[in-house]
């Protein structure tokens, strides 16, 4: 079958990403694909098959893919920033009340919780909904639309090139996840992988309400072991915080928020790992005569460093906080690569559970499962 014109096949290890939703904490993955993109073009190429991702992290999966799939990693890195920069702007333009509040400062430095603007528009959010602002619109639409725009989106979901996607959202009315991929990736299914419902009004994708898809995929990594064997997992969310358990209300808060959107994540690795058991057990020769392939894992992470922020930023849209996060997912992809690039198509460069457990953990082995 002939290759498709932007098809990076054969160039470099074939790899899937599943990326993590986290609000503004997204501007981490962004700056990891950058680096990533960046590398891919010099002496570090990547075969990217797929990416996953939910909410911000939906949003950054569908700009790469849509730059790879219609001009190249160069596209990609700039379709990303386009739309991290309109966030701040549109954050901006409408009076984002924590915008001046994500500076380090008095407030607790970089973390906003105890901020009195950050509790005051809390307490209104308890009583407070979407619907009953008489003044309401849609502020995400308008931001993706222009960093994706229609001609690129349209390319997107009819040319053969790029990588294969998947989004999350969550269908309101079954409690089950719906995965959408190309031909059928809109704007509208981008605000329903990142609609966070006591934010935004439900959105409806052929007459079905949807909420955020970090409830039940964040990221989704099921679809992704039919394209590739070695999945890189970029979490914007600390699985593992060191002063726990936390005893004041806004730190009970902020940590059930995260095992919340980390839940999806562990029960699906905790899938594959089991496959990957069976698949150990039954021998070399055996393993190789199953429909199943190994699939290995690698983490792109920085607990410490996210876990300083608090669960308020994200929602600000503080340039000065979108680019300090850029730039940490930058520094912490550029350590991945130097130290675990040449393990991709060879092995994990991680046990994944056990690093879910303790991120200074490194000891790989087979991972994972694939039917083929």
Known sequence: MEEPRNSTRHKGPKVAFALQGG???GAFTWGVLDRLLEASSQAMPLDIAAISGASAGGINATLCAAGLATSGAAKARDMLRAFWEAVSRAGALAGNALLGFSEPGPFGGWNIDWNPAAIMLEAVGLVASPYGNPFYRDPLGPVIRSALPEHDLAALNTTRD???LFLCATDVRTNQR???TRPDISIDVLRASACLPNEFRTVSVDGIPYWDGGYLGNPPLAPLIDHAQDLILVLANPFVRHDMPPKDARGILERLNEIGFNASVVLEINAIEAVNHVLDSVGEEAASKSRFKPVRFHLIRDDDFLAKFGFVSKS???????????????EVADVWLKNDYAKLGQASSVDVKASLIDPTLKHCGNAGARPN
């Not at 600000?316 to 930058?330: I, N, P, Q, V």
């Open 23 to 25: 609000g503004s904490h």
């Open 178 to 180: 719906a995965i959408f």
């Open 162 to 164: 790029g990588p294969q």
């Open 316 to 330: 600000s849209t503080s340039w000065s906080l979108l680019s300090t996060l850029f730039e940490r997912g930058r």
